[in-house]
T-cell receptor, first 113, second 113 residues
Framework: AQSVTQLDSQVPVFEEAPVELRCNYS??????LFWYVQYPNQGLQLLLK??????LVKGINGFEAEFNKSQTSFHLRKPSVHISDTAEYFC???????????FGAGTRLTVKP | KAGVTQTPRYLIKTRGQQVTLSCSPI?????VSWYQQTPGQGLQFLFE???????NKGNFPGRFSGRQFSNSRSEMNVSTLELGDSALYLC????????????FGSGTRLTVV
């Protein structure tokens, strides 16, 4: 089965600074990769996904991620963060049948003024 | 288009009782997955249903069960509740194998006292 490791549990950053949230995965089969965001007391919202094709994926709210097959990574980036980006971010991996999506432990992004 | 609806939003139960949570997926989605989210364990996969059949199951005891109806609505049941079952239970629906990712509901917050 596939698994996901998010390398940072917490990332504090100042407003308007760039940010990178790191994610590594392992799987013996071809996978789909996702980033989700969770605001307090809410469900998860899809930010972006990699299915195939271009390794640079753009998502909502100015986020993007790059799929690196050789390093089995899918890091999330944003060039300039806002206070409203403060939330928990989850990286997820799924087999291509979407029958078993596994999530990382999450990274809490805190944007400070 | 309506999103994934989970009911109830909040629930308080006593140890030893049982509980049933409900999830209505997005219209047309036939796959429904359930996750337990706790601060200590993160997001853990419970089970996935497709066309009324459990297709995949995580590592939870038999006290956790579920079912899916012909209209794709799903319920999960937890019997003989323990304090450690206190968690946010999230339901997610997807178009099977289509790579759109999951759409999550807002969750049911279960507190066992």
């Amino acid at each position: 089965a596939q698994s996901v490791t998010q390398l940072d549990s917490q990332v504090p950053v100042f407003e308007e600074a760039p940010v990178e949230l790191r994610c590594n995965y392992s799987s013996s089969v071809s996978v789909y990769l996702f980033w989700y965001v969770q605001y307090p007391n809410q469900g998860l919202q899809l930010l972006l996904k990699y299915l195939s094709g271009s390794t640079l994926v753009k998502g909502i709210n100015g986020f993007e991620a790059e799929f690196n097959k050789s390093q089995t990574s899918f890091h999330l980036r944003k060039p300039s963060v806002h206070i409203s980006d403060t939330a928990e971010y989850f990286c997820a991996v799924s087999d291509q049948g979407l029958r078993d999506m596994r999530f990382g432990a999450g990274t809490r992004l805190t944007v400070k003024p | 288009k309506a999103g994934v609806t989970q009911t109830p939003r909040y629930l308080i139960k006593t140890r030893g009782q049982q509980v049933t949570l409900s999830c209505s997926p997005i219209s047309g989605h036939r796959s429904v997955s359930w996750y337990q989210q706790t601060p200590g364990q993160g997001l853990q996969f419970l089970f996935e249903y497709f066309s009324e059949t459990q297709r995949n199951k995580g590592n939870f005891p038999g006290r956790f069960s579920g079912r899916q109806f012909s209209n794709s609505r799903s319920e999960m049941n937890v019997s003989t509740l323990e304090l450690g079952d206190s968690a946010l239970y999230l339901c997610a629906s997807s178009l099977d194998g289509q790579g759109y990712g999951y759409t999550f509901g807002s969750g049911t917050r279960l507190t066992v006292v």
